[in-house]
T-cell receptor, first 111, second 111 residues
Framework: NAGVTQTPKFQVLKTGQSMTLQCAQDMNHEYMSWYRQDPGMGLRLIHYSVGAGITDQGEVPNGYNVSRSTTEDFPLRLLSAAPSQTSVYFC??????????FGPGTRLTVT | GQNIDQPTEMTATEGAIVQINCTYQTSGFNGLFWYQQHAGEAPTFLSYNVLDGLEEKGRFSSFLSRSKGYSYLLLKELQMKDSASYLCAVPILGAGNMLTFGGGTRLMVKP
C-alpha cells in the first residue's frame, strides 16, 4: 500500500497562475485534509473533508478550493497564486483514532 | 479559540534525557497529540493523550495535565536520529478530527 501520495513534489508558479495539487489515499478512510506549513508557524488547516461530496473550510481557506468526488482523491486548487502561498503543503488522512497520516508534501514557490 | 505554545529550539546530548513542554488553551478538550518531523519530511504520529498522566512508549513518554493545560514529551537515551522537530497539536473544535498545531520544537542532539 502506498498510503498517502501527493503530486507534484515541487512546483514553481508565477503570480496569478492556477494549479491543482493532487492527493490520493489507498487506506479507505473517510477523513482527509490539507495543511500548509510555513517556517515557525507549524501546520495550519486549509480545508478538510469528512467523506465524498462533503468539504469544509479550515483555519486558512482563502485562495484555495477543494472537492471530494471519491473517497480516494482530495485535490487542492490554487485559483490565482500569490507569493503568500509559497509554502509546503501536506495532505493528511485521519484514522478512526484521530491519528493522522501525512503525505510526503508538495513544496510550492510562487514568484 | 485555541492557542498552543512550545519552545522554538532545544539542544541535548546523545544518551541524555530531554523534556519538551507544550502549553495549550482551548475552550473544549479532546486530547493532545505529539508528532515528530524530520527536516524535509512529513510529520509522523508519536502519541495521543486524552487522560491525565504519563503514557510510555519505549524511549518516548508523553504526559498530560488537563487542569494545567500542559503536556510534555520525554525522550530518553537520546540518539542522533532523534534530531527533529516535535509538534504538539490538539483537535480543532467543530472541525471533525482535524488538528491545530503549535509551531514545533526543533531538537538538536549533539555527540
Amino acid at each position: 500500500n502506498a498510503g498517502v501520495t501527493q503530486t507534484p513534489k515541487f512546483q514553481v508558479l508565477k503570480t496569478g497562475q492556477s494549479m491543482t495539487l493532487q492527493c490520493a489515499q489507498d487506506m479507505n478512510h473517510e477523513y482527509m485534509s490539507w495543511y500548509r506549513q510555513d517556517p515557525g508557524m507549524g501546520l495550519r488547516l486549509i480545508h478538510y473533508s469528512v467523506g465524498a461530496g462533503i468539504t469544509d473550510q479550515g483555519e486558512v481557506p482563502n485562495g484555495y478550493n477543494v472537492s471530494r468526488s471519491t473517497t480516494e482523491d482530495f485535490p487542492l486548487r490554487l485559483l490565482s497564486a500569490a507569493p503568500s502561498q509559497t509554502s509546503v503543503y501536506f495532505c493528511a488522512v485521519t484514522a478512526g483514532s484521530y491519528e493522522q497520516y501525512f503525505g510526503p508534501g508538495t513544496r510550492l514557490t510562487v514568484t | 479559540g485555541q492557542n498552543i505554545d512550545q519552545p522554538t529550539e532545544m539542544t541535548a546530548t546523545e544518551g541524555a534525557i530531554v523534556q519538551i513542554n507544550c502549553t495549550y488553551q482551548t475552550s473544549g478538550f479532546n486530547g493532545l497529540f505529539w508528532y515528530q518531523q524530520h527536516a524535509g519530511e512529513a510529520p509522523t504520529f508519536l502519541s495521543y493523550n486524552v487522560l491525565d498522566g504519563l503514557e510510555e512508549k519505549g524511549r518516548f513518554s508523553s504526559f498530560l495535565s488537563r487542569s494545567k493545560g500542559y503536556s510534555y514529551l520525554l525522550l530518553k537515551e537520546l540518539q542522533m536520529k532523534d534530531s527533529a522537530s516535535y509538534l504538539c497539536a490538539v483537535p480543532i473544535l467543530g472541525a471533525g478530527n482535524m488538528l491545530t498545531f503549535g509551531g514545533g520544537t526543533r531538537l538538536m542532539v549533539k555527540p
